[in-house]
């Protein structure tokens, strides 16, 4: 590398810090303002629920890649397994992913 394109790297990585923790900066000065049971929290998290329930219906349903390959059967009874562990044990989200993962591999490991 040569000096000024070491330079110029330089630059860019302080900037893009800059810039990142700029926005940071001015995000913490609103969310004091901000109240979280307002509307308009209410309506970005409803949205933000129903497009993670498409994604995940998505991923189940009409799946891209390997995953095309997996039966539905398999792909739906691992997403029910890992629902049911959910409400099972205490709304808890890492044990509910966990057991569903490893149920799916589980049945598309050994059937």
Aim: with cysteine.
């Amino acid at each position: 590398m040569t000096e000024s394109s070491t330079i110029a790297l330089a630059l860019l990585t302080c900037g893009a810090i800059a810039g990142t923790y700029i926005w940071r900066g001015i995000g913490v000065m609103f969310a004091a303002r901000i109240k979280s049971d307002g509307p308009v929290f209410q309506w970005v998290t409803f949205v933000s629920y129903a497009m993670l329930g498409g994604l995940i219906a998505r991923m189940v349903i009409l799946p891209i890649g390997p995953l095309m390959e997996t039966p539905l059967l398999f792909r739906a009874l691992a997403f029910v397994i890992g629902v049911g562990v959910f409400f099972v044990a205490g709304k808890r989200v890492l044990p509910a992913v966990f057991i569903g993962v490893a149920s799916f591999i589980l049945l598309v490991s050994y059937f």
